[in-house]
């Protein structure tokens, strides 16, 4: 099992900026890649970013050149920096990670950037 907290949501105004982060706790050796999907109310959940072990890191359309994810060699903490925030951006923020198992989810942290 692998636990996942999120923290570093919150309101910020169009144009700023915000890193979210990830701590990943439990069989952390197992995960094969670790991401950031979002979902705004109404809308169905989305993947904004994702980082696996092998291969190429993957943006959305919607956030590439303005968001950076990244993590920690130990698996520990994955973190995800948002630049130039828009007011299509709020939503719900979720860690997720995948092991060849499984896959885990966070409880979400809350990005708000006022229209």
């Known amino acids: 099992q692998v636990q996942l907290v999120e923290s570093g949501g919150g309101l910020v105004q169009p144009g700023g900026s915000l890193r979210l982060s990830c701590a990943a706790s439990g069989d952390i050796g197992s995960l094969n890649a670790m991401a950031w999907y979002r979902q705004a109310d109404g809308k169905q959940r989305e993947l904004v970013a994702r980082?696996?072990?092998?291969?190429?890191?993957y943006y959305a359309d919607s956030v590439k050149g303005r968001f950076t994810i990244g993590r920690d060699v130990a698996k520990t903490t994955v973190w995800m920096q948002m630049n130039s925030l828009k007011s299509e951006d709020p939503a719900v923020y979720l860690c997720?990670?995948?092991?060849?198992?499984?896959?885990?989810w966070g409880r979400g942290t809350k990005v708000i950037v006022p229209s």
């Open positions: 997720n990670a995948d092991s060849q198992w499984d896959t885990y």
């Open positions: 980082i696996p072990d092998y291969g190429r890191t």
